[in-house]
C-alpha cells in the first residue's frame, strides 16, 4: 500500500544534541512538508519541498534542517539550537498541481530527557 | 493575518447521535476548505476538500457545508459511533502563487463519543 512512514514513533533527545527524524513516501508525490504539532494548536510548517534538491523555510523554521536528495526521502534535523523541541512532528506529501489534499505520515513524538 | 477558528474546542456526544462541527475563516484569496479527521497519535486524514463553487460535499456519515459569503464551514457527522471520537481539523487554502499551498489550520474539535 502507497503511504507515508515516519520513524521513530518516539524520540528523545539530551542537551545539546541533534536528532534526525526519518519521512518517506512511496506515493510518487513531487512536494513534501513537516509541520510541528503542539497541544491547543494548528498545525505550524517547518520546511517544505516542491522538487529534490530544493526546499524552502516555512513559518517556523529556525533550529531545524532538511535535505532532499531523494524524491521519496525529507528527513528532518532538530538541532540543538530548537530550545523547544517537544512536540508531535507531522510529515506530508502531495502532489504539486490542482487541490489534492496532503497526505500525513503518523507522526514522532519528541521529547527532551 | 489569515486565520481559522473553530468550535467549540471539544464536545461530548453518546454514540448514534448526530452533531455539528463549526469553522470560520478569515482566509484571502481563497482557494478551498479542507476538513481533516486526527486519531490520537496519528497524522490528520483527509475527510471532504472544497472549492468556492461548491457548497456541501459528503463522505459516508460526513457532510460538509460550505458559505463563501459569510466564510463559514461546518462538519455534520450523523448516527455518530465510537470510531468518530477524534479531533477535527478545518484547513483553508489561500492561493499563493508559491509552493507552501498557503495553508492556515485550525486548532481543531476534539469529538468525544460515548457509549
Same mark, same amino acid.
Given at each position: 500500500?502507497?503511504?507515508?512512514?515516519?520513524?521513530?514513533?518516539?524520540?528523545?533527545?539530551?542537551?545539546?544534541?541533534?536528532?534526525?527524524?526519518?519521512?518517506?513516501?512511496?506515493?510518487?508525490?513531487?512536494?513534501?512538508?513537516?509541520?510541528?504539532?503542539?497541544?491547543?494548536?494548528?498545525?505550524?510548517?517547518?520546511?517544505?519541498?516542491?522538487?529534490?534538491?530544493?526546499?524552502?523555510?516555512?513559518?517556523?523554521?529556525?533550529?531545524?534542517?532538511?535535505?532532499?536528495?531523494?524524491?521519496?526521502?525529507?528527513?528532518?534535523?532538530?538541532?540543538?539550537?530548537?530550545?523547544?523541541?517537544?512536540?508531535?512532528?507531522?510529515?506530508?506529501?502531495?502532489?504539486?498541481?490542482?487541490?489534492?489534499?496532503?497526505?500525513?505520515?503518523?507522526?514522532?513524538?519528541?521529547?527532551?530527557? | 493575518?489569515? &486565520?481559522?477558528?473553530?468550535?467549540?474546542?471539544?464536545?461530548?456526544?453518546?454514540?448514534?447521535?448526530?452533531? #455539528?462541527? &463549526?469553522?470560520?475563516?478569515?482566509?484571502?484569496?481563497?482557494?478551498?476548505?479542507?476538513?481533516?479527521?486526527? $486519531? #490520537?497519535?496519528?497524522?490528520?486524514?483527509?475527510? /471532504?476538500?472544497?472549492?468556492?463553487?461548491?457548497? /456541501?460535499?459528503?463522505?459516508?456519515?460526513? #457532510?460538509? /457545508?460550505? $458559505?463563501? $459569503? #459569510?466564510?463559514?464551514?461546518?462538519? @455534520?457527522?450523523?448516527?455518530? &459511533?465510537?470510531?468518530?471520537?477524534?479531533?477535527?481539523?478545518?484547513?483553508?487554502?489561500?492561493?499563493?502563487?508559491?509552493?507552501?499551498?498557503?495553508?492556515?489550520?485550525?486548532?481543531? /474539535? @476534539?469529538?468525544?463519543?460515548?457509549?
Amino acid at each position: 500500500d502507497g503511504g507515508i512512514t515516519q520513524s521513530p514513533k518516539y524520540l528523545f533527545r539530551k542537551e545539546g544534541q541533534n536528532v534526525t527524524l526519518s519521512c518517506e513516501q512511496n506515493l510518487n508525490h513531487d512536494a513534501m512538508y513537516w509541520y510541528r504539532q503542539d497541544p491547543g494548536q494548528g498545525l505550524r510548517l517547518i520546511y517544505y519541498s516542491q522538487i529534490v534538491n530544493d526546499f524552502q523555510k516555512g513559518d517556523i523554521a529556525e533550529g531545524y534542517s532538511v535535505s532532499r536528495e531523494k524524491k521519496e526521502s525529507f528527513p528532518l534535523t532538530v538541532t540543538s539550537a530548537q530550545k523547544n523541541p517537544t512536540a508531535f512532528y507531522l510529515c506530508a506529501s502531495r502532489v504539486s498541481a490542482g487541490t489534492q489534499p496532503q497526505h500525513f505520515g503518523d507522526g514522532t513524538r519528541l521529547s527532551i530527557l | 493575518k489569515n &486565520q481559522v477558528e473553530q468550535s467549540p474546542q471539544s464536545l461530548i456526544i453518546l454514540e448514534g447521535k448526530n452533531c #455539528t462541527l &463549526q469553522c470560520n475563516y478569515t482566509v484571502s484569496p481563497f482557494s478551498n476548505l479542507r476538513w481533516y479527521k486526527q $486519531d #490520537t497519535g496519528r497524522g490528520p486524514v483527509s475527510l /471532504t476538500i472544497m472549492t468556492f463553487s461548491e457548497n /456541501t460535499k459528503s463522505n459516508g456519515r460526513y #457532510t460538509a /457545508t460550505l $458559505d463563501a $459569503d #459569510t466564510k463559514q464551514s461546518s462538519l @455534520h457527522i450523523t448516527a455518530s &459511533q465510537l470510531s468518530d471520537s477524534a479531533s477535527y481539523i478545518c484547513v483553508v487554502s489561500a492561493y499563493s502563487g508559491g509552493g507552501a499551498d498557503g495553508l492556515t489550520f485550525g486548532k481543531g /474539535t @476534539h469529538l468525544i463519543i460515548q457509549p
